[in-house]
């Protein structure tokens, strides 16, 4: 069992880190921008299934395998750069057809959600994050340094849905006063879409120890 004190303490070091906007932040915002509030969330829901993997990944010592090889690490780091500029492209390509919104399908929803779980997944920074956050809060008298890295990435991917689902909400609403006006809406959509192309390319220049 990890002691109090050490949990509480990674707690407040991940609240932290995770209020500042990063680029999980960004993504939610672009998003929440482009498609709207109920979009925003839903892919802030996929970016964190789609960290998933990575602490496991990280808790097993396979992120320290990604992070030494320079070819993995800039085939992820590309990949998902890429798919984040694909989603900016669509947002602004389609940016009139947001004008008027209507409720999403179930499929619809699903598509979010997988979309959101890629970014999360192919995002260069979250490895080496993890990589240098986790290990720094294991106690070696408190059991399996595996199980306890889990365990504190559940915490902080739960802070962290918490806190990138509020910033989603709050962009979609400010999305939602800009629908008053057709004009502002398309502009405000193609505004998330290059929000998206842009932090795209800033994860395509990440280095692994970045």
Known sequence: MIPVDTLLAFMLASLILIVIP?????FAIGRSLALGRRAGVLSVVG???GTVPVVVAVAFGVGA?????VV????????????LVWLGVQAIRHRHAHVQTAPLAPASSLKLVREGFIVGFTNPKTIAFFLAVLPQFVTPAAGAPWAQMLLLGGVFLTIAIISDSAWAYAA????????????RLST???VGGGLLIGLGGTLAFT????
């Open 22 to 26: 990063g680029s999980s932040v960004l």
């Open 47 to 49: 970016n964190t299934l």
């Open 65 to 69: 395998i990604v992070t030494s090889s």
């Open 72 to 83: 993995a690490f800039t085939i992820i780091k590309l990949a998902g750069a890429a798919y």
């Open 172 to 183: 979609g609403t400010a999305r939602a006063w800009f629908a008053r006006s057709p004009r």
């Open 188 to 190: 405000l959509s193609g």
């Open 207 to 210: 280095a692994p120890s970045s």
